[in-house]
């Protein structure tokens, strides 16, 4: 009776340390995954990287807090390199986030064709879109991450609707009726 009561508490015990350890290479790879805009240390440029995530999961179980890279936008030529730009995301996992930086630029700023006020972003939104000085129109995927910071001081953002709009008008000038626009900085 008393070995049946020690082999369940020990089964219980071993299944928390699994259950903890687990919880812990989950957290690791959500706080690390995603696409990156960092600054390299070599070139002082913008670069995009991605974490190699299960490093850092088995890294976070010896309680170091050692990252490495996966993926960089100046890879494979600079493969080589010794990844010290890990320091910027492991001080600013948040900020460095792609998807983070966008959401961010976004926020509070007006639609450049309607002047509706953008609030936080969600994921399962239509992704809205920038236009630049020349009035052309940018779906947000297609911006490289590495041009990203450049991108953003020089566009505007644009709604999904007016994305559409402005692209359908441009598309099929014959089919548009023009109405007046209040456009928000663009002429
Ligand atoms: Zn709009």
Same mark, same amino acid.
Request: hydrophobic share 40%; charged share 20%.
């Given at each position: 009776?008393?070995?049946?009561?020690?082999?369940?508490?020990?089964?219980?015990?071993?299944?928390?340390?699994?259950?903890?350890?687990?919880?812990? #290479?989950?957290?690791?790879?959500?706080?690390?995954?995603?696409?990156?805009?960092?600054?390299?240390?070599?070139?002082?440029?913008?670069?995009?990287?991605?974490?190699?995530?299960?490093?850092?999961?088995?890294?976070?179980?010896?309680?170091?807090?050692?990252?490495?890279?996966?993926?960089?936008?100046?890879?494979?030529?600079?493969?080589?390199?010794?990844?010290?730009?890990?320091?910027?995301? #492991?001080?600013?996992?948040?900020?460095?986030?792609?998807?983070?930086?966008?959401?961010?630029?976004?926020?509070?700023?007006?639609?450049?064709?309607?002047?509706?006020?953008?609030?936080?972003?969600?994921?399962?939104?239509?992704?809205?879109?920038?236009?630049?000085?020349?009035?052309?129109?940018?779906?947000? +995927?297609?911006? +490289?991450?590495?041009?990203?910071?450049?991108?953003?001081?020089?566009?505007?953002?644009?709604?999904?609707?007016?994305?559409?709009?402005?692209?359908?008008?441009?598309?099929?000038?014959?089919?548009?009726?023009?109405?007046?626009?209040?456009?928000?900085?663009?002429?």
């Amino acid at each position: 009776m008393f070995s049946q009561i020690f082999f369940w508490l020990l089964g219980l015990a071993m299944l928390l340390v699994a259950g903890f350890v687990i919880r812990k #290479a989950i957290l690791a790879v959500v706080h690390y995954r995603g696409l990156r805009v960092v600054t390299c240390p070599e070139t002082k440029e913008p670069v995009g990287v991605k974490v190699d995530t299960a490093h850092a999961a088995l890294a976070s179980l010896t309680d170091t807090s050692e990252l490495r890279l996966k993926a960089c936008t100046r890879w494979p030529e600079r493969q080589d390199c010794d990844q010290n730009c890990v320091l910027q995301i #492991a001080a600013n996992p948040d900020s460095t986030r792609y998807w983070n930086i966008l959401v961010d630029w976004y926020k509070g700023k007006p639609c450049a064709y309607c002047g509706t006020v953008f609030g936080k972003l969600e994921w399962s939104e239509r992704k809205p879109a920038m236009v630049d000085a020349q009035q052309n129109l940018h779906e947000w +995927l297609e911006v +490289l991450p590495q041009n990203l910071p450049q991108i953003l001081e020089t566009h505007k953002p644009v709604c999904w609707n007016c994305y559409i709009a402005q692209s359908f008008r441009r598309q099929h000038p014959d089919l548009v009726v023009e109405r007046k626009y209040h456009y928000i900085g663009l002429k």
